[in-house]
């Protein structure tokens, strides 16, 4: 697989990037931005404490947040590599991808303030139906678990 330097989100065409999670033309969002790299992608956020849950935890809607926008991100990345669109080259995301179904399992506090890092990977594509597997971890201490259903548009919108 390819890697790429710019954040997926960063090539949805302008007028589909007002995602609240992810959305590079929201200015009140998290901008969550998801790379691929090798056969994995990854995001990266630091919560700070308007996202508290328990004094020194974040709340499980952030989590589950994060994981939604990194896991349609990664399924939109996914798709490009098995269709041979390379990233590298080109200016917008060619495939639309939307959440179906979304599981989260929370494993540990996930701690405020520390820098989280979101990893995905493919499970499988069948059709337009693609699932992606996800960790969000604290310091390499694994906070939650994620797995995403996104299913790729019929056709762009
Ligand atoms: C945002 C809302 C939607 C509007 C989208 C418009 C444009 C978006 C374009 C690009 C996206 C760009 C950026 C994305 C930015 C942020 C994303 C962040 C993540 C989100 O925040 S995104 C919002 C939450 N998301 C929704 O708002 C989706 C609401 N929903 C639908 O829009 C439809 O429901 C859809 C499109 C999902 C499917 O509709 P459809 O008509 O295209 O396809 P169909 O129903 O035939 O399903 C095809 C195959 O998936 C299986 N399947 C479907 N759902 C399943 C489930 N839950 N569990 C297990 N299997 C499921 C079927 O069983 C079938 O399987 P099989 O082919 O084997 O029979």
């Known amino acids: 697989m390819q890697n790429k330097s710019k954040a997926i989100q960063d090539l949805y065409p302008d007028e589909l990037a007002h995602c609240y999670g992810c959305g590079k033309n929201n200015p009140f969002g998290y901008q969550l931005k998801t790379y691929l790299v090798g056969d994995e992608t990854i995001a990266h ?12 935890s974040v709340y499980g809607g952030l989590v589950a947040s994060l994981l939604d926008c990194h896991g349609t991100g990664s399924a939109a990345a996914f798709a490009c590599v ?56 604290a310091k390499g201490i694994i906070c939650a678990t994620g797995e995403i259903l996104a299913i790729k548009l019929k056709s762009n919108v």
Do not use: Q, Y
């Open 45 to 56: 956020f630091t919560p700070d404490e308007k996202f508290t849950a328990l004094p020194g």
């Open 82 to 137: 098995a269709e041979n669109i390379d990233l590298e080259n080109t200016e917008t995301i060619p495939v639309r991808c939307v959440t179906a179904s979304l599981k989260v399992d929370f494993k540990a506090p996930t701690p405020m303030g520390t820098e989280l890092e979101l990893i995905g990977k493919l499970r499988s594509i069948e059709g337009r139906k693609i699932w992606v597997d996800m960790t969000l971890s």
